[in-house]
């Protein structure tokens, strides 16, 4: 049976930046829980951010990629460039990928890690951008 990569934060960990979480009752999601198959990821905590920590958003309204290739960064709301823990943790998440040979990722929507349609602008302004997160890009890019 094929495992599924999912965000921690959506199956119920309190592990948000600001401690909470987005639960999510998908009936589909329940059953692939009853059968084993999610492998929880936080590529946030993965990259050794604190829960709770300030919000972050990717600079200039960049996207994951270019945080991954050096040209852009992941600034905080009080302004701490923290985009090496933000690849640090996207990395650790392709390895588990990896070790278990996961193919899909269910990941959480908007996030500067896990956002997969978008992400904000980084602003701090709720501004979306069609980018994904680092994590995803970096999953994106591998195939997952």
């Known amino acids: 049976m094929e495992s599924i990569l999912v965000s921690a934060c959506l ?36 990259g050794e951010l604190s829960v709770p920590r300030p919000p ?18 992941v600034v905080d709301a009080t302004g701490r460039d923290v985009s090496a823990q933000f690849r640090q943790g996207a990395g650790q998440a392709l390895q588990l990928a990896r070790s278990r040979r996961i193919r899909i990722a269910i990941l959480k929507e ?8 978008y992400t904000y602008d980084g602003n701090f302004t709720r501004t979306k951008v069609p980018h994904p997160g680092v994590c995803a890009a970096r999953l994106q890019e591998t195939g997952v």
């Open 11 to 46: 199956l119920g960990e309190r592990l948000r930046y600001n401690g909470s979480d987005k639960h999510c009752n998908d009936p589909i999601l329940k059953r692939w829980l009853q059968e084993g198959r999610v492998i929880s990821v936080c590529p946030e905590v993965a």
């Open 110 to 117: 908007g996030s500067p890690s896990c956002g997969t349609g």
């Open 56 to 73: 972050a958003e990717i600079a200039d309204g960049a996207g994951g990629m270019e945080v991954l290739k050096g040209a852009a960064r």
